[in-house]
């Protein structure tokens, strides 16, 4: 398995391109900004985009989406819990002062246990509220591997804000613990924003999950 995990934008979203080395098909996830400097490493690795999909519809991890759309023809996907954020764009950058991109179509929606075809293995959908209603974690098996694209759920050493439109504490607790802690501990978490860590570290030592910092 190919895969190329880089930061956009000015929040540095994590954008991943992963690809298949026998078919060059790819999938991409959270395409948040720069749509064209993404396209343009797809175009240099010899990849063909199949699917495009969303860990949640904050603008900066869909800013760059339908720049990506245009130039692939990928299949966009997204939880539909999510689809209200996206109509919202223009708000959420007048909020924090950026210019809106252009709106994505979504042509189909995420459920929890949504599996989406890729070749060195299928990537396999966690709904995971609590940082936005809509959001996602993905998780793939490949190469002797297993990964958790976790958007803006799980972080190294810390979670997602739950203070934003939408975001739920107790649904994020109850997602990080009744989902994401319930995976391997080798898990490789590759996070939205940061460093990768994996599910054993996080288990051990995030204060979040430690239950040495309590919010609310």
Known sequence: ??????????????????????????????????????????????????????????VDHVGGTAEVKRATGGTLWLHKGDQWLLENLATQCDMIGLPAPETPLIDRWLEEGTRIAFAPGPIETLHTPGHTPGSCCFLVAAGGRQLCFAGDTLFAGSIGRTDLWGGDTAQIMHSLHGKLMALDSDTEVITG???????????????????QFRLG
């Not at 924003?193 to 239950?211: C, D, K, V, Y």
């Open 1 to 58: 398995m190919l895969m190329q995990t880089f930061p956009v934008g000015p929040f540095q979203c994590n954008c991943t391109i992963l690809g298949d080395p026998a078919s060059r098909t790819a999938v991409v996830i959270d395409p948040g900004d720069e749509g064209d400097a993404i396209v343009q490493r797809i175009r240099k690795a010899g990849l063909k985009v199949t699917d495009v999909l969303h860990t949640h519809a904050h």
């Open 193 to 211: 924003h940061g460093a990768a860590t994996t599910i054993g570290r996080e288990r051990r030592s995030n204060p979040f999950l430690t239950g």
